[in-house]
């Protein structure tokens, strides 16, 4: 008993108190030295396929020609791989509290191809920068949608790469950004800063030169030049813009930034809360309602299921026990149980048609759960945080490939139950109906990636044969738990005769449907763009 109030108290505490552990170290920096700025895959929420920042036409890095692979790839693991991230670094110059305003970065001439991919990355796809400094990811400067006139600060999905002019539909893009960079200093006997937090106010500026400076996007005198359209002593801001820059067929788009640095108390260790948190972005009303929501189904469905079963288990018992007294005053045979009480017989009657694919879709359903379960306790005690990328997919990669002597063992043992004679088939159709038919998925995907020369978002070689390598562990482990489940005795079972049972009824189909329309409802009210047919669920919650 102590054991198990100690397993509860400790599966409660890391349910409520969550936190993370760090994954990597710190790095201090001393006044003036360059930090890095990376930049990662253009991502979106209406479109599955990342875009390679350095295919669009956009500023190339200076560095490129002393590389012959191109712009330099930043090392990534198996999960930021198979995430489509593509982290390069650029040519934007940070140095540790050194401010920069209006610092000219290139200068690109759209052709009709250029002016065609950028309009529909802006018009079609919604895509967003997702820039990274001292492994911070972006935060977005904004306008607030709920309140005119004000900026807000999101902390995920980057930040836009343009905008739609709600007058004449045309597409403007952001080649302006002031770069807010906020660091810490943990020791004040020392010259070491760390940076605390990193965010990007996007701006559209059509950009001129003062005297009418002509620039062929070459000659080193046009990054010094002053411009007309911002100033090389104080930030840019946007009341000072006169015009945005368009995406046209010829047109001339100049990119620039501001670097603006400021000190904050929050030191190095709580710098990735605020990301966590969204800057209590949604009201804590939000919390109360989805919890109040929650609760208030559980209650209802609870209540009317144990009224349900009260009232048959009473009257199936009554009858029973009539049953049982008339026959034992008439001839005193035995008296054949029926409804809920025959069905000790039935615990294991396997099914009418296809009992092997019952067991394998079973064992794959319990594999499923089991990764599921781990992965969300190892993050909620803090074993999994963001700021090591690509760790999440990389832990259910490996939760998944070991709970395959779960699935094996389930599978095999259930078909032994269910008196089957082809168990070798069972345990094979067990490791290769959902891993075979995704790697299957996976593998021609990517070869047809290749064949259409799109490399930028294809998965290299060596990451396609770890996962080889993966998967053929995944299947030596599920035959590992078959062989263990094809070791246990089979199980005898008396058959009755069930009558056909006819379609659900509205009330069962609503009942079924009511846990998911939460879910939905939920989804919505968080914004997280993963509820499917949210209107059609509210009807079913609320008929």
Same mark, same amino acid.
Request: hydrophobic share 40%.
């Given at each position: 008993?102590?054991?198990?109030?100690? $397993?509860?108290?400790?599966?409660?505490?890391?349910?409520?108190?969550?936190?993370?552990?760090?994954?990597?170290?710190?790095?201090? #920096?001393?006044?003036?030295?360059?930090?890095?700025?990376?930049?990662?895959?253009? +991502?979106? /929420?209406?479109?599955?396929?990342?875009?390679?920042?350095?295919?669009?036409?956009? $500023?190339?890095?200076?560095?490129?020609?002393? @590389?012959?692979? &191109?712009?330099?790839?930043?090392?990534?693991?198996? &999960?930021?791989?198979?995430? *489509?991230?593509?982290?390069?670094?650029?040519?934007?110059?940070?140095?540790?509290?050194?401010?920069?305003?209006?610092?000219?970065?290139?200068?690109?001439?759209?052709?009709?191809?250029?002016?065609?991919?950028? !309009?529909?990355?802006?018009?079609?796809?919604?895509?967003?920068?997702?820039?990274?400094?001292?492994?911070?990811?972006?935060?977005?400067?904004?306008?607030?949608?709920?309140?005119?006139?004000?900026?807000?600060?999101?902390?995920? *999905?980057?930040?836009?790469?343009? #905008?739609?002019?709600?007058?004449?539909?045309?597409?403007?893009?952001? @080649?302006?950004?002031?770069?807010?960079?906020?660091?810490?200093?943990?020791?004040?006997?020392?010259?070491?800063?760390?940076?605390?937090?990193?965010?990007?106010?996007?701006?559209?500026?059509?950009?001129?030169?003062?005297?009418?400076?002509?620039?062929?996007?070459?000659?080193?005198?046009?990054?010094?030049?002053?411009?007309?359209?911002?100033?090389?002593?104080?930030? +840019?801001?946007?009341?000072?813009?006169?015009?945005?820059?368009?995406?046209?067929? *010829?047109?001339?788009?100049?990119?620039?930034?501001?670097?603006?640095?400021?000190?904050?108390?929050?030191?190095?260790?709580?710098?990735?809360?605020?990301?966590?948190?969204?800057?209590?972005?949604?009201?804590?009303?939000?919390?109360?309602?989805?919890?109040?929501?929650? %609760?208030?189904?559980?209650?209802?469905?609870?209540?009317?299921?144990?009224?349900?079963?009260?009232?048959?288990?009473?009257?199936?018992?009554?009858?029973?026990?009539?049953?049982?007294?008339?026959?034992?005053?008439?001839? &005193? !045979?035995?008296?054949?149980?029926?409804?809920?009480?025959?069905?000790?017989?039935?615990?294991?009657?396997?099914?009418?048609?296809?009992?092997?694919?019952?067991?394998?879709?079973?064992?794959?359903?319990?594999?499923? *759960?089991?990764?599921?379960?781990?992965?969300? %306790?190892?993050?909620?005690?803090?074993?999994?945080?963001?700021?090591?990328?690509?760790?999440?997919?990389?832990?259910?990669?490996?939760?998944?490939?070991?709970?395959?002597? !779960?699935?094996?063992? /389930?599978?095999?043992?259930?078909?032994?139950?269910?008196?089957?004679?082809?168990?070798?088939? $069972?345990?094979?159709?067990?490791?290769?109906?959902?891993?075979?038919?995704?790697?299957?998925?996976?593998?021609?995907?990517?070869?047809?990636?290749?064949?259409?020369?799109? /490399?930028?978002?294809?998965?290299?070689?060596?990451?396609?044969?770890?996962?080889?390598?993966?998967?053929?562990?995944?299947?030596?482990? /599920?035959?590992?738990?078959?062989?263990?489940?094809?070791?246990?005795?089979?199980?005898?079972?008396?058959?009755?005769?069930?009558?056909?049972?006819?379609? =659900?009824?509205?009330?069962?189909?609503?009942?079924? $449907?009511?846990?998911?329309?939460?879910?939905?409802?939920?989804?919505?009210?968080?914004?997280?763009?993963?509820? =499917?047919?949210?209107?059609?669920?509210?009807?079913?919650?609320? =008929?």
């Amino acid at each position: 008993m102590r054991a198990v109030y100690c $397993c509860f108290v400790f599966f409660s505490s890391a349910a409520t108190t969550a936190f993370y552990l760090p994954g990597v170290s710190p790095r201090s #920096f001393q006044t003036g030295d360059t930090i890095p700025l990376n930049i990662n895959s253009l +991502t979106s /929420v209406h479109r599955f396929i990342p875009v390679d920042y350095y295919k669009l036409p956009l $500023c190339r890095p200076s560095y490129e020609e002393e @590389n012959e692979g &191109g712009p330099q790839m930043i090392s990534q693991n198996l &999960g930021q791989t198979l995430l *489509g991230n593509k982290i390069q670094r650029s040519d934007y110059v940070l140095k540790m509290r050194k401010d920069t305003f209006c610092q000219v970065l290139c200068q690109v001439t759209l052709t009709e191809e250029a002016e065609s991919l950028l !309009a529909s990355l802006i018009q079609n796809g919604g895509y967003r920068h997702n820039w990274i400094v001292d492994n911070l990811p972006s935060a977005s400067i904004g306008l607030s949608q709920y309140q005119p006139g004000e900026l807000r600060t999101y902390y995920s *999905g980057g930040f836009p790469f343009g #905008f739609i002019d709600t007058a004449n539909s045309k597409p403007f893009i952001y @080649n302006h950004v002031n770069i807010h960079i906020q660091y810490h200093k943990p020791d004040p006997f020392t010259d070491l800063y760390r940076v605390v937090h990193f965010a990007v106010e996007p701006l559209s500026i059509k950009h001129q030169f003062q005297d009418g400076y002509q620039w062929d996007g070459v000659d080193p005198e046009g990054f010094e030049m002053p411009l007309s359209s911002c100033s090389k002593t104080e930030q +840019t801001q946007r009341s000072i813009i006169t015009s945005s820059q368009p995406v046209e067929e *010829g047109e001339t788009i100049m990119f620039t930034y501001d670097v603006i640095w400021s000190e904050t108390d929050v030191d190095w260790a709580s710098r990735w809360d605020i990301y966590l948190t969204e800057d209590h972005l949604i009201p804590d009303q939000v919390h109360s309602f989805s919890i109040t929501n929650s %609760l208030f189904f559980i209650i209802i469905l609870s209540g009317v299921l144990a009224n349900i079963t009260a009232r048959t288990l009473r009257r199936e018992i009554e009858d029973n026990n009539t049953a049982t007294i008339a026959a034992a005053d008439e001839s &005193g !045979a035995a008296v054949e149980f029926t409804g809920w009480m025959a069905l000790r017989g039935d615990a294991f009657r396997p099914p009418q048609t296809c009992p092997m694919f019952f067991c394998v879709c079973i064992g794959n359903g319990v594999q499923i *759960g089991i990764c599921c379960f781990l992965a969300f %306790l190892l993050s909620a005690i803090g074993l999994l945080n963001p700021s090591r990328r690509g760790s999440f997919l990389n832990c259910i990669l490996v939760l998944y490939t070991i709970s395959g002597v !779960a699935n094996g063992y /389930v599978s095999s043992r259930m078909y032994k139950t269910f008196n089957g004679d082809r168990c070798r088939q $069972c345990t094979m159709l067990s490791a290769l109906l959902v891993s075979g038919v995704t790697y299957t998925i996976f593998l021609s995907s990517n070869i047809a990636r290749l064949v259409t020369s799109d /490399v930028a978002v294809s998965v290299p070689l060596a990451s396609v044969l770890i996962l080889t390598a993966i998967w053929l562990a995944f299947i030596s482990l /599920v035959f590992l738990g078959a062989h263990f489940g094809n070791k246990q005795e089979r199980t005898a079972c008396v058959e009755r005769t069930i009558a056909g049972g006819g379609f =659900p009824s509205l009330v069962q189909v609503s009942v079924v $449907c009511t846990p998911f329309s939460t879910v939905a409802i939920g989804s919505e009210l968080w914004k997280l763009r993963t509820a =499917p047919f949210p209107i059609s669920s509210i009807l079913v919650t609320f =008929p």
